[in-house]
């Protein structure tokens, strides 16, 4: 049982707007930075948003990240083919003392 | 270009040891918090230890405490996990990586472990 929770599964047609969200709690979500890795298959994963909403360069512009509260959202808008892979909130979690993943979410490219 | 290497690892019967070495290169490894984190066959990350730049801060998930040891050698640029006290639950692919929670998150290709008799 992750201590963040994702939807297991999105999709969305070439060129669509698929939201992911992550719920936690005021211990890690609430009152820490949120990552977002992305890992395509057969890969390891990959940095994709760091500290709620920044790209790291190489990003493109069309994934975007948020947080609210005990929340964070990842948005692909623009959807390519090349973007099915699983995608992966995280945080630290001072309740814990360990950095926590979500369950991560796998993307379809319908 | 930044490169993270891991070795060591392979089958290890259940209550035996492995430890496994993340070789750094491209960048200044002493300058960075450490990571290694796991991937158990068809399920999500897991967080495993880190450590921080001099090796004077170290922090290990619970389920782990007591059986894993992380340690750094700068001068080598290299990383460590000396895993002992196997389990089954154990078994995954190993990631070594730089700065986990930061805007400089860098993962190697990680090292397969798998505990079975």
């Known amino acids: 049982q992750s201590v963040l929770t994702q939807p297991p599964s999105a999709s969305g047609t070439p060129g669509q707007r698929v939201t992911i969200s992550c719920s936690g709690s005021s211990s890690n979500i609430g009152s820490k930075t949120v990552n977002w890795y992305q890992q395509l298959p057969g890969a390891a994963p990959k940095l994709l948003i760091f500290t709620n909403a920044q790209r790291p360069s190489g990003v493109p512009d069309r994934f975007s990240g948020s947080k609210s509260g005990t929340s964070a959202s990842l948005a692909i808008s623009g959807l390519q083919s090349e973007d099915e892979a699983d995608y992966y909130c995280?945080?630290?979690?001072?309740?814990?003392?360990?950095?926590?993943f979500g369950s991560g979410t796998k993307v379809t490219v319908l | 270009e930044v490169q993270l290497v891991e070795s060591g690892g392979g089958l290890v019967q259940p209550g035996g040891s492995l430890r496994l070495s993340c070789v750094a290169s491209?960048?200044?490894?002493?300058?960075?918090?450490m990571n290694w984190v796991r991937q158990a066959p068809g399920k999500g990350l897991e967080w495993v230890a880190n450590?921080?730049?001099?090796?004077?801060?170290?922090a290990y998930v619970d389920s782990v405490k007591g059986r894993f040891t992380t340690s750094r050698d700068n001068p080598q640029n290299s990383l460590y996990l000396q895993m002992n006290s196997l389990r089954a639950e154990d078994t995954g692919v190993y990631y070594c990586?730089?700065?986990?929670?930061?805007?400089?998150?860098?993962w190697g290709q990680g090292s397969l472990v798998t505990v079975s008799s």
């Open positions: 995280a945080a630290w979690d001072d309740s814990l003392k360990s950095y926590v």
């Open positions: 450590i921080n730049q001099d090796g004077t801060q170290i």
């Open positions: 990586v730089r700065d986990l929670s930061g805007g400089a998150s860098y």
């Open positions: 491209g960048f200044t490894f002493r300058s960075y918090w």
